[in-house]
């Protein structure tokens, strides 16, 4: 497993009973976790003076419950600087287990010795564009909800990246590839965070069990000739880390690069044990 260890302003404090109690910088924050199946006392005081608490309905969804929370706040990973903010579906527009990918990469980036450009698709509030930017890539931002993208673009002011050579952009991630391809253009490194379920910007439904290998099918063709590495994310179940490997494997064989691919997680400090949030899919030269 690829453990996001290396957080300051983040931590899973606690879980149990299908929560998990974290602190994001100042605040805490009681959010369901389909892992957490397990039944352990809440003996952390955390458990009864979180700033906030999303409850999670019989019927689907859920509602956030607040106390003295802000409507906004920050944290920061190494030289990164985030915006959160609670919305629909337990989301704070973070997912801190990413970190353990930015690490990795970025150090590639950093090495490579030669410009890098980087595609980041189904790039959300930019938390590798912004990775990939502070190693010294120039990154291409696609998301389909331009709140997400004005989200980004914020995060990556605040991290001081403004001026940085990122080309934000709102699209559905699957017709933007088709036309890069039309165009000829290429890119050193492919980033996708792709969702379970989603819809673009004119209605376009993404299924991820159909769509997400043709996706990364027609993502090879973008390939430079020295490609750096190509990183898969998956928070579906039936999308094990072998699925990952098999299918980058096999769609991206005729560059003879090596794939691993692992569950990714979150230490959890009051057991010592880690928190399993999905998986990932790396290949490298």
């Given amino acids: 497993m690829w453990i996001a260890n290396g957080w300051k302003d983040y931590e899973v404090i606690d879980t149990s009973k ?22 352990t ?7 009864k003076k ?10 689907g969804g859920g509602e956030w419950e607040f106390f003295h929370l802000p409507e906004q706040w920050s944290i920061h990973y190494r030289d990164l600087t ?14 801190p287990e990413q970190a353990t990918n930015w690490d990795w990469f970025s150090d590639k980036i950093k090495n490579a010795g030669r410009p890098i ?17 502070a190693a010294g890539a120039s990154v291409t931002h696609v998301d389909a909800s331009k709140g997400m993208v004005t989200w980004a673009k914020e995060n990556a002011v605040a ?27 290429h890119y050193d490194a492919i980033i996708m965070d792709p969702p379970s379920y989603g819809r673009g910007p004119k209605g376009e439904i993404w299924k991820i069990e159909e769509a997400i290998y043709p996706l990364i099918q027609l993502c090879s063709k973008l390939l430079s000739d020295q490609p750096l590495f190509f990183l898969v994310n998956s ?22 690069g090596h794939v691993d691919s692992q569950e990714i997680g979150l230490p959890v400090t ?4 880690v928190l399993p949030c999905g998986a990932s899919g790396r290949w490298e030269i």
């Fill in 159 to 185: 991290s001081g990246l403004k001026e940085a050579p990122i080309r934000w952009l709102v699209d559905d991630c699957v017709k933007f590839v088709e036309r890069e391809i039309r165009r000829g253009n």
């Fill in 41 to 47: 006392p809440k003996t952390h005081r955390g458990w």
């Fill in 235 to 256: 928070y579906t179940t039936g999308l094990a880390p072998a699925v990952l490997t098999y299918m980058l494997s096999t769609a991206l064989k005729e560059f003879h």
């Fill in 270 to 273: 009051s057991t010592g044990l």
């Fill in 18 to 39: 299908g929560e998990k109690l974290e602190r994001w910088g100042d605040y805490l924050l009681v959010r369901p976790d389909p892992q957490v199946i397990w039944d």
């Fill in 117 to 133: 450009k980087v595609l980041n698709l189904f790039a959300y509030t930019g938390g590798a564009t912004l990775a990939a930017a």
């Fill in 82 to 95: 985030f915006h959160l903010k609670p919305f629909s579906f337990k989301h704070t527009g973070l997912f």
């Fill in 50 to 59: 979180m700033n906030g608490h999303y409850h999670r309905s019989s019927k």
